[in-house]
């Protein structure tokens, strides 16, 4: 018995170390094989380095990722700058020109045919309804995008928060394991103090990074979706108003409509810039995903999401397996060698009933984890020091010379100290499933398939169908003010009736 607190000794040392040396080492292995394909490369223009392309890959880290892909909508942003320019210079010259009826002849001629009266509010009608459908189409998309960008968030963050929970429940194990050695190991134990602030340090990083990550989602999110909203509810009502105020044809009121109008136009080809660049972030954050599942170790997240190529992961799993199967042998050898010291062989009816300890680990070559495999009457590790505790000798009946008597022959601080290590072998492997998740990155893998599977199809749909409405709305907003502009002009100095088409008398 001796002899296996002393295996014991040699046992937890060699699994702590492949586990805080290899599992928690910040510098994990990214690199996949030489054969591996190479990531994924954009080539945009990038306004930082003097409009020169950005031959990077998706990195949400990178301003210069951002910046060009933000500037893939500049067909958008030039289109609001040039119609906005053509705003100030159509005020501009109205201010000065101060034009009248008599300074376009031929146009007042040609607006002032009936049926051109009776045209042009069919044209306001027609376009201001496309106007409404097309709002309708975008306050709609803006609601989907909405609620598939929030639950796409909530996978992404779920997955930070999982591996947090791993990690933490790694921490407590060799926290507990951390007490049970210190008096038998403190060098051992040291290392596991080292090893569960390491572990400390990354818990914390990965929540800031969910919290502040979160946060600046939320904001994004909400800014673009809350901006959409107002701008096209105050499109409706603006419409709606122009209605109105046609049919009670005040004037001023369309001229006022006009105006206000026009910026809308303006900011709606803003937002529909945006919204490509929305769209160009998720395709390439769809892709990356995808990339990310068919290869975690040579794509543009491996920066992002480190994760062990599979041959470390892999080697490290099957050390540990190997260390603990080969402890548990020998102290099932320790057994046999006892009853055969005793008189007893396997093959005698001695030996039958003897009870081995539970080995959880296959054999060479995978030592993969199987406990199913152990015998039904087989001592789990944890059980160890019940079964030891009938022949442990505690001090309090030492001195009686009850212990002899009863055969127990085991000393109380050698049933302590292989108390402890049993159970902090027994903690190693309730955790080795996390271990294993840690080591494989099982956790982001299957978060970022079910991203891939389910969401990232609806998601591309959703963003790609309110940027196509807003473009939409964009472009009929525009012919929409140009024919409120000539409505306007063909109104101007004519006298209506209330809810009339026609002027009343239109002048020769």
Same mark, same amino acid.
């Given at each position: ?7 014991n000794?040699?046992?937890?040392? %060699?699994? @702590?170390? &492949? #586990?805080?040396?290899?599992? =928690? ?5 990214? +690199? ?11 080539k ?19 301003r ?25 210079g ?22 002032d ?5 009776? %045209?042009? @509010?069919? &044209? #306001?009608?027609?376009?201001? =309804?496309l106007?409404i459908?097309?709002? +309708?189409?975008?306050?709609?998309a803006n ?12 996978t ?17 194990a ?120 068919e ?54 009816e001695?030996?039958v ?28 590790v ?74 990232c ?45 026609t002027?009343?008398?239109?002048p020769?």
């Amino acid at each position: 018995m001796h002899s296996m607190s002393n295996s014991n000794g040699v046992l937890c040392p %060699l699994v @702590f170390f &492949l #586990v805080s040396t290899s599992v =928690f080492s910040p510098k994990w292995i990214a +690199s996949g094989s030489p054969t591996d394909q190479e990531p994924k490369h954009f080539k945009r223009t990038d306004p930082l380095t003097h409009f020169n392309n950005y031959n990077g890959g998706y990195d949400v880290r990178n301003r210069h990722y951002w910046v060009s892909a933000a500037f893939t909508g500049v067909h958008a942003y030039a289109i609001a700058g040039v119609w906005l320019l053509c705003g100030l210079g159509f005020g501009i010259f109205l201010t000065v020109k101060n034009p009248r009826g008599s300074s376009w002849p031929f146009i007042k001629q040609y607006l002032d045919r009936d049926h051109n009266y009776i %045209l042009m @509010f069919l &044209l #306001v009608l027609l376009f201001t =309804f496309l106007a409404i459908v097309a709002s +309708s189409f975008v306050l709609a998309a803006n609601q989907s995008t909405l609620w598939r960008t929030e639950k796409m968030k909530g996978t992404i963050l779920k997955m930070g928060g999982d591996a947090r929970q791993t990690i933490q429940k790694v921490m407590n194990a060799m926290t507990e394991m951390q007490s049970l050695l210190l008096p038998y190991d403190p060098i051992t134990s040291r290392t596991l103090k080292i090893t569960t602030h390491r572990l400390g340090r990354e818990s914390h990083v990965i929540h800031n990074f969910v919290d502040k990550s979160g946060h600046s989602i939320d904001q994004a999110i909400h800014t673009s979706y809350i901006a959409h909203l107002v701008i096209v509810t105050i499109n409706l009502v603006m419409l709606v108003a122009a209605l109105v105020l046609l049919l009670l044809h005040w004037h001023h009121g369309i001229i006022f409509i006009i105006f206000c109008c026009w910026i809308l136009a303006t900011i709606c080809w803003f937002l529909t810039g945006i919204d490509f660049f929305l769209n160009t972030f998720a395709e390439d954050t769809c892709s990356a995903f995808a990339d990310f599942e068919e290869n975690p170790h040579n794509n543009s997240l491996s920066s992002i999401l480190p994760c062990m190529n599979p041959s470390s992961s892999k080697r490290i799993m099957v050390d540990i397996g190997y260390t603990i199967h080969t402890h548990i042998a020998q102290l099932n050898s320790k057994i046999t060698d006892y009853y055969k010291s005793l008189g007893s062989d396997e093959q005698s009816e001695g030996f039958v009933g003897v009870r081995k300890i539970c080995e959880p680990f296959s054999g060479a070559p995978s030592y993969s984890y199987m406990p199913e495999s152990c015998p039904q009457d087989a001592i789990p590790v944890a059980d160890l020091p019940n079964v030891l505790a009938r022949f442990t000798c505690y001090q309090n009946k030492y001195s009686s010379g009850e212990c002899e008597s009863d055969g127990r022959f085991l000393p109380e601080a050698s049933y302590n100290m292989v108390s402890a290590y049993s159970r902090s072998v027994q903690y190693v492997i309730d955790v080795h499933s996390d271990l294993q998740s840690l080591t494989e990155c099982s956790f982001v893998k299957n978060r970022l398939s079910e991203v891939v599977s389910h969401q990232c199809r609806p998601f591309k749909v959703s963003i790609r169908f309110l940027w196509s409405s807003m473009l939409a709305l964009s472009i009929v907003m525009v012919l929409l003010v140009l024919i409120w502009v000539a409505k306007a002009y063909q109104d101007r100095g004519r006298s209506f009736s209330i809810c009339s088409i026609t002027p009343n008398i239109i002048p020769r």
